[in-house]
């Protein structure tokens, strides 16, 4: 069986599949979008990237696909109900990464509050004339109020750190209170009121897109921080440009855009915007891990069997799923 992978990917995932006897395709960093969908066709198995559109349409050309594995938590590229009429098991990598992404949470909200690319600039441009008791006062963490929006694996991580630094942590989902968390659950418009800093931890849905928009924004407190590791579109970066620029809010701390890989230009200009390339998860250890979940759930879904972390678990046993994995060559 072929099994195509969107990009290199650090650690062994090719070599593991390798040896369990698939003819395996990497593609080269540098191919266009258009490669990966021609070899597509030709694939009974893939490991694709949150940057790979898998949409309806994608899938009407992958005949001989049995099962898809996507390289990320999130899977919001990827038409799971398409999938699930197709017979196509779809498995993510949730656990492995929820430390590292919270960990860039966490220099997010250290930078932002400290104002660290103000400062750097400042340094770099050669302004720094000697040590002065007002240059460049950032803001403690110790008693500051951490709105967690999205309390999943990667929301909960972000408190225990934030509440080791002297934060005081509360959180808003959708679904209301989880009463095994020690945290106090706020509704959205008093999480908003209420936090020096917001930290985004929600899946991209239609429900959460541009969550936070120009009304929202308005109601955060004024002064506070806005932190987004999740996914571009829960912010309408638009809005957020303008309530930086305005002084509404005092910073933003960015690791995820709204079309990756553009950044609005308007972000570039605010002093205390901190903007990194979506590098949430990426640690060397972090991402050879999320390779290898990704091809040992990739080979038992193609063996037939019940893969883990299956984000769509009602596709299997499903005629659709039974026809898939008897066609192919
Ligand atoms: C994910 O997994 O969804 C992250 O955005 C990338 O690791």
């Known amino acids: 069986m072929r099994i195509l992978i969107s990009r290199p990917l650090p650690g062994g995932a090719a070599d593991f599949l390798r040896r369990c ?181 929600v899946p991209l849905t239609d429900a959460t897109r541009h969550l936070f928009g120009p009304a929202q924004l308005r109601r955060m407190k004024p002064g506070a921080v806005l932190i987004n590791t999740a996914r571009g579109p829960v912010v309408d970066e638009a809005a957020l440009v303008e309530a930086l620029a305005s002084g509404h809010l005092a910073g933003a701390g960015l690791d995820v855009f709204e079309e990756e890989p553009k950044v609005h230009p308007g972000l570039w200009q605010h002093p205390n915007a901190v903007l990194l390339p979506h590098i949430g998860s990426g640690t060397l250890e972090t991402r050879s891990e999320m390779g290898m979940m990704a091809a040992r759930s990739l080979h038992e879904a193609l063996s037939g069997r019940r893969a883990p972390f299956t984000v769509n678990p009602e596709v299997y046993d499903t005629p659709a799923w039974r026809q898939r994995l008897g066609s192919g060559a």
């Open 21 to 201: 006897g698939y003819q395996v395709t990497v593609l080269p960093d540098d191919r266009p979008q258009e490669q990966f969908q021609r070899e597509l066709a030709q694939a009974d198995g893939v490991i694709c990237l949150l940057s790979d559109p898998m949409g309806a349409a994608v899938l009407a050309e992958a005949a001989r696909l049995r099962a898809i594995a996507t390289y990320a938590v999130g899977y919001n590229n990827i038409d799971i109900a398409a999938c699930t009429r197709a017979g196509l098991p779809v498995t993510n990598t949730p656990d492995v990464l929820t430390d590292a992404t919270a960990d860039v949470a966490m220099i997010l909200i250290l930078m932002t509050m400290r104002r660290v690319p103000d400062a750097m600039r400042y340094l770099a441009d050669g302004r720094f004339t000697g040590w002065k008791p007002d240059l460049l006062l950032g803001r403690d963490l110790r008693g500051k109020n951490l709105g967690i929006v999205g309390m999943g694996r990667i929301g909960q991580a972000v408190a225990r750190r934030a509440e080791a630094f002297g934060m005081k942590i509360f959180y808003h989902t959708r679904s209301g209170p989880k009463p095994d968390l020690p945290w106090p659950h706020l509704s959205f418009d008093a999480l908003l009121a209420e936090a020096d800093v917001i930290s985004i931890h």
